[in-house]
């Protein structure tokens, strides 16, 4: 009888999965479950429900009460595949002795676990959590949350939102524009655009966000320091990663915007979100094997540099196990959040910043997951 495989995708930071057709992990989870089936492979993809920003002992524990809930009538294996913080919260899980609550068992699940594929993680930290730990980075990160919801909603924001949180954060380095007034405006204007019952599901979202921010400083280098100096992995689970590494702003990518006013805007934000990122520590910087070393280098010509990142996540931070991809992406692309209305469910992108990641791209990556995800098959 064929062995059912039991793969779950793990939400990063924010990461929403209960807001109806909102879909955080949609284009992967299709993907996955259509390659699977071409392969002739029995499997269950899963969407894992994370509190937002919950700390990583939280969020892990969140992902062992969803496989207890659907893997637990069987002894079939499981994968587990994470976005962003996603990656950190499957490595906790499956690292032995790990202790996520009072008189949770972990361990009959986390030993059938057969491989942990990290995407976009921040393995090393990020230092643009720095940023968001004051109350006014949680406030614009709340917003920027908001943002891609209304995004994945309605296809793009209106014009005149992106113009105003824009200039503000093109005048951040200036310490002007910063007014609560004005985020609070956007917010309201943007909350009042959904439906009654939306905007209900929404604003609770975006509550419990405000009750919990503990992951936040546990993502910054400092914090992150800790994690890893008390997660170690799992013998006989293979790790593996995708890198992703985007074009930093500049005159050539602000030009292959092109034309339209919003995809400009919104350059703008991820313009500000990247130069935050570019600020990590040289001494944060993690060391590669050999082999890491080189598929980084055979992938984008050279090791990148210690200011590179995907506008989230600088991209020498990503790298954990073995390197499955490295790709010329942005933060939302590796999850199927860039510009290709064409395709059918659509591609939908907020984050304009001109890495010019298409389905061809996303679909060879995922691929290379899911080849991963079945070596011992």
């Given at each position: 009888m064929p062995v059912k495989h039991h793969v779950y995708l793990v939400p990063?930071?924010?990461?929403?999965?209960?807001?109806?057709?909102?879909?955080?992990?949609?284009h992967a989870f299709d993907y996955l479950k259509a390659e699977l089936a071409r392969r002739g492979v029995d499997a269950e993809v899963v969407i894992v429900p994370s509190h937002p920003t919950a700390s990583i002992r939280q969020r892990a524990a969140d992902l062992h009460r969803t496989i207890q809930e659907t893997a637990s009538k069987d002894d079939g294996p499981i994968h587990l595949v994470g976005h962003s913080t996603g990656g950190l919260d499957a490595r906790l899980f499956v690292s032995p002795g790990a202790q996520l609550a009072d008189g949770l068992e972990v361990e009959p699940l986390a030993r059938r676990v057969r491989s942990v594929v990290s995407v976009s993680a921040p393995h090393a930290g990020t230092p643009l959590a720095s940023f968001f730990q004051g109350m006014l980075g949680q406030r614009i990160l709340k917003l920027l949350s908001l943002f891609t919801m209304y995004v994945l909603r309605y296809g793009r924001l209106p014009l005149r939102v992106v113009f105003r949180f824009g200039h503000v954060l093109a005048r951040a380095d200036d310490n002007l524009g910063w007014k609560h007034t004005l985020l609070d405006q956007l917010y309201d204007q943007l909350l009042g655009d959904f439906s009654s019952e939306r905007r209900d599901a929404v604003a609770k979202f975006l509550g419990d966000v405000g009750h919990d921010t503990s992951l936040i400083p546990q993502l910054t280098p400092e914090g992150i320091d800790l994690f890893n100096a008390s997660t170690h992995d799992r013998p006989g689970v293979r790790y593996g990663s995708v890198v992703t590494q985007a074009r930093p702003p500049s005159l050539r990518t602000?030009?292959?915007?092109?034309?339209?006013?919003?995809?400009?805007?919104?350059?703008?934000?991820?313009?500000?979100?990247?130069?935050?990122?570019?600020?990590?520590?040289?001494?944060?910087?993690?060391?590669?094997?050999?082999?890491?070393?080189?598929?980084?280098?055979?992938?984008?010509?050279?090791?990148?540099?210690?200011?590179?990142?995907?506008?989230?996540?600088?991209?020498?931070?990503?790298?954990?196990?073995?390197?499955?991809?490295?790709?010329?992406?942005?933060?939302?692309?590796?999850?199927?959040?860039?510009?290709?209305?064409?395709?059918?469910?659509?591609?939908?992108?907020?984050?304009?910043?001109?890495?010019?990641?298409?389905?061809?791209?996303?679909?060879?990556?995922?691929?290379?997951?899911?080849?991963?995800?079945?070596?011992?098959?």
């Amino acid at each position: 009888m064929p062995v059912k495989h039991h793969v779950y995708l793990v939400p990063g930071f924010f990461g929403f999965t209960n807001l109806g057709e909102l879909v955080y992990f949609g284009h992967a989870f299709d993907y996955l479950k259509a390659e699977l089936a071409r392969r002739g492979v029995d499997a269950e993809v899963v969407i894992v429900p994370s509190h937002p920003t919950a700390s990583i002992r939280q969020r892990a524990a969140d992902l062992h009460r969803t496989i207890q809930e659907t893997a637990s009538k069987d002894d079939g294996p499981i994968h587990l595949v994470g976005h962003s913080t996603g990656g950190l919260d499957a490595r906790l899980f499956v690292s032995p002795g790990a202790q996520l609550a009072d008189g949770l068992e972990v361990e009959p699940l986390a030993r059938r676990v057969r491989s942990v594929v990290s995407v976009s993680a921040p393995h090393a930290g990020t230092p643009l959590a720095s940023f968001f730990q004051g109350m006014l980075g949680q406030r614009i990160l709340k917003l920027l949350s908001l943002f891609t919801m209304y995004v994945l909603r309605y296809g793009r924001l209106p014009l005149r939102v992106v113009f105003r949180f824009g200039h503000v954060l093109a005048r951040a380095d200036d310490n002007l524009g910063w007014k609560h007034t004005l985020l609070d405006q956007l917010y309201d204007q943007l909350l009042g655009d959904f439906s009654s019952e939306r905007r209900d599901a929404v604003a609770k979202f975006l509550g419990d966000v405000g009750h919990d921010t503990s992951l936040i400083p546990q993502l910054t280098p400092e914090g992150i320091d800790l994690f890893n100096a008390s997660t170690h992995d799992r013998p006989g689970v293979r790790y593996g990663s995708v890198v992703t590494q985007a074009r930093p702003p500049s005159l050539r990518t602000r030009l292959s915007a092109g034309l339209d006013p919003y995809a400009q805007l919104t350059h703008t934000i991820y313009a500000f979100v990247y130069s935050q990122t570019q600020r990590m520590p040289l001494t944060a910087l993690p060391l590669h094997t050999p082999a890491q070393t080189a598929a980084l280098v055979q992938s984008y010509g050279a090791m990148p540099g210690p200011t590179a990142c995907d506008g989230i996540v600088p991209t020498r931070s990503q790298v954990h196990g073995r390197v499955l991809a490295a790709v010329r992406a942005d933060h939302l692309d590796a999850i199927g959040h860039f510009d290709q209305p064409a395709h059918q469910p659509p591609h939908v992108d907020w984050l304009i910043s001109g890495s010019g990641f298409r389905r061809p791209q996303f679909e060879a990556m995922w691929k290379r997951i899911v080849d991963f995800l079945l070596l011992e098959t």
